[in-house]
């Protein structure tokens, strides 16, 4: 089966979908009244990387010898490891020279964690997210990135697994399908019993990154008048995101929705001459 050009090819739009991410966490963090659900950029992000993750998967999957993971984790190691280090190493040298005594463990503890891609883990307990009243820890940015390279170290294999024997990229999306509406069950049940878990663990975020890989799988990319339409429609509902939710409401639960819809109508639509993000 022929890998899916949308997501072999280069797509500036996806440049600039990310940097509307990164602008609307920047906000968040910044405090300001006007985007007090920027923390969406996550999703916005788990979406990207779901659809990027997936297509580089499946393409080499059906190369000559099959998909090899241990190149793959080479590959992601190159990738992340080196500015991860130095970022935690900066984080933590500042850390220790600024933060009293009694912190000195606990910010050890975060960096060793972020390090390892277990952030989201340390943070269930010890770090609210959306706490304005307690200190952050400095490497909470890492939860989201930890999440990821969760996800990276699973779905490989699950791939390989699925697609052995060769054949259509079929069985990969009853796959993804599957998880998809089982981690989204799994977090509208824990953003209400267990809100922590529910916004920090990869089992209740799959589903982000998995509506992200469906979209790759599937292999359509609109260019019609009507795909930028739709990709208008997805802008609006993340700016709408970003501005009606607030840390108050439960999350990321049923509201979750919108962003992620949103992202995935960005990422359809986004070639589209008429898209908004180019």
Do not use: C
């Amino acid at each position: 089966m022929k890998a899916p050009s949308s997501a072999a090819e280069f797509r500036p739009d996806i440049e600039g979908l990310r940097g509307i991410a990164i602008l609307l966490v920047l906000l968040f963090h910044a405090g300001l009244p006007w985007t007090p659900g920027g923390f969406v950029g996550v999703d916005v992000f788990f979406v990207i990387s779901g659809f990027l993750i997936t297509g580089k998967l499946w393409r080499e999957s059906q190369q000559p010898g099959g998909l090899n993971i241990t190149r793959f984790y080479a590959w992601r190691i190159r990738r992340l490891l080196p500015a991860a280090l130095v970022a935690v190493a900066l984080i933590s040298l500042v850390g220790l020279l600024l933060a009293a005594p009694l912190d000195r463990s606990e910010l050890a503890a975060d960096g060793a964690a972020s390090a390892l891609s277990l952030a989201n883990m340390r943070f269930i307990g010890s770090v609210d997210y959306f706490a304005a009243t307690t200190s952050p820890s400095p490497f909470l940015h890492f939860w989201s990135l930890s999440v990821e390279e969760q996800f990276y170290l699973v779905w490989p294999a699950l791939i390989v697994l699925l697609t052995w024997r060769g054949g259509s990229s079929r069985r990969l999306i009853v796959a993804l399908l599957i998880g998809v509406v089982a981690s989204f069950a799994l977090s509208i049940w824990l953003t209400d019993t267990s809100p922590a878990r529910a916004f920090y663990l990869l089992p209740t975020r799959v589903w982000q990154l998995g509506v992200g890989g469906l979209l790759a799988l599937v292999g359509v990319m609109g260019t019609s008048r009507g795909a930028g339409a739709l990709a208008w429609a997805g802008l609006a509902a993340v700016a709408v995101a970003g501005v009606a939710l607030t840390a108050e409401m439960p999350y990321p639960g049923l509201a979750a929705l919108l962003p992620t819809a949103g992202a995935v109508a960005l990422l359809y639509g986004g070639g589209a001459p008429s898209g908004p993000v180019r």
